[in-house]
């Protein structure tokens, strides 16, 4: 079962910082978070992870709680092309055990002009 | 790095009959694929694990006999939806386990339309 919980949908306006909110209060200490999103009729695509600190690439930033109960993924300047389902996942770092994804609802985001 | 290349994109086929759907890495050699299956509104759902030599691991409530999965090489992974009934029609998404410090990329999808 899926170890997160998310809003099922938000909106946001174009040019606009969007922030989407993810609770995982029984994460365990090894456990990263992930996020990915969902373009309509697309495979997911890998946004950004991380353990305890705040983590920031070319597409988002990532804001986890001191506690790690949860966290929030923010688009800095949303376009029309960021309309997509969004997932946060938690699991175990790296690539040994190969530990499978479960995917939540995920939030429906999308973008207004 | 690390693509994964589904194919076919889209298939129709009739009921009764058998559909080959390929999972490859194209870039690195992945022991472990996983297998999606996503209803319309709704979010993706781990049908069973691939790895490479072994048999494939199937999550609970998911027909083995129906959805043969055979992962031949480090680069191949097979899903076969075998008497496909309208039911299974679906969007069907595999995932690679990729050497990134992500771990995990995913195909496009095969859209399974059955009539």
């Known amino acids: 079962d899926a170890k997160t919980t998310q809003p099922p949908s938000m909106d946001c306006a174009e040019g606009r910082a969007a922030n989407l909110p993810c609770n995982h209060s029984?994460?365990?200490?090894?456990?990263?978070v992930y996020w990915y999103r969902q373009i309509h009729s697309q495979g997911p695509q890998y946004i950004i992870h991380?353990?305890?600190n705040n983590e920031t690439n070319e597409m988002a930033s990532l804001i986890i709680t001191e506690d790690r109960k949860s966290s929030t993924l923010i688009l800095p300047h949303a376009t029309l092309r960021d309309t997509a389902v969004y997932y946060c996942?938690?699991?175990?770092?790296?690539?040994?055990?190969?530990?499978?994804?479960?995917f939540g609802q995920g939030t429906r985001l999308t973008i207004n002009p | 790095g690390a693509v994964v290349s589904q194919h076919p994109s889209r298939v129709i086929c009739k009921s009764g009959t058998s559909v080959k759907i390929e999972c490859r890495s194209l870039?690195?050699?992945?022991?472990?694929m996983f297998w999606y299956r996503q209803f319309p509104k709704q979010s993706l759902m781990l049908m069973a694990t691939?790895?490479?030599?072994?048999?494939?691991?199937?999550e609970q409530g998911v027909e083995k006999d129906k959805f043969l999965i055979n992962h031949a090489s480090l680069t191949l992974s097979t899903l076969t939806v075998t008497s496909a009934h309208p039911e299974d029609s679906s969007f069907y998404i595999c995932?690679?386990?990729?050497?990134?410090?992500?771990?995990?990329?995913f195909g496009s999808g095969t859209r399974l339309t059955v009539v």
């Open positions: 995932s690679a386990v990729a050497p990134t410090n992500y771990g995990y990329t």
């Open positions: 996942i938690v699991r175990v770092g790296g690539i040994q055990g190969a530990q499978k994804l479960v």
């Open positions: 870039d690195f050699q992945a022991t472990t």
């Open positions: 029984t994460i365990s200490g090894n456990e990263y």
């Open positions: 691939s790895n490479e030599g072994s048999k494939a691991t199937y």
């Open positions: 991380g353990l305890k």
